[in-house]
Nanobody, 123 residues
């Protein structure tokens, strides 16, 4: 099982980034997918999630309206489009696979985790 996140980088406040997460080694289309982040000294938190077929999405209050999660089951890839970035979005971003297929906020249902990609937003 492998989840490879990419697309992170250094941007200025107000700019955009698009993260990608390529999955392999499991049946991607049966899993919900989520993005989480962890800033220095803080706990890992839920950012966005998407159900197995893309029909349902979830967002944290801090990212709703600015971030968009999507998936391409043919490419085994999940995306996170991040717009209007703020300095408080600075963190390592992780993608993860939810065996319940929901992509919900509960971190305990996520079986597989990627290594993360750094996003730094300068103000």
């Amino acid at each position: 099982v492998q989840l490879q996140a990419s697309g992170g980088g250094l941007v200025q406040a107000g700019e955009s980034l698009r993260l990608s997460c390529a999955a392999s080694g499991f049946t991607f289309s049966k899993y919900g997918m989520g993005w989480f982040r962890q800033a220095p000294g803080k706990e890992r938190e839920f950012v966005a999630g998407i159900s197995w077929n893309g029909g349902t999405t979830f967002y944290s209050d801090s990212t709703k309206g600015r971030f968009t999660i999507s998936r391409d089951n043919a490419q085994n890839t999940v995306y996170l489009q991040m717009n209007s970035l703020k300095s408080e979005d600075t963190a390592v971003y992780y993608c993860a696979a939810d065996h319940l297929g929901l992509g919900h906020t509960n971190m305990r249902t996520y079986d597989h985790w990627g290594r993360g990609t750094q996003v730094t937003v300068s103000s």
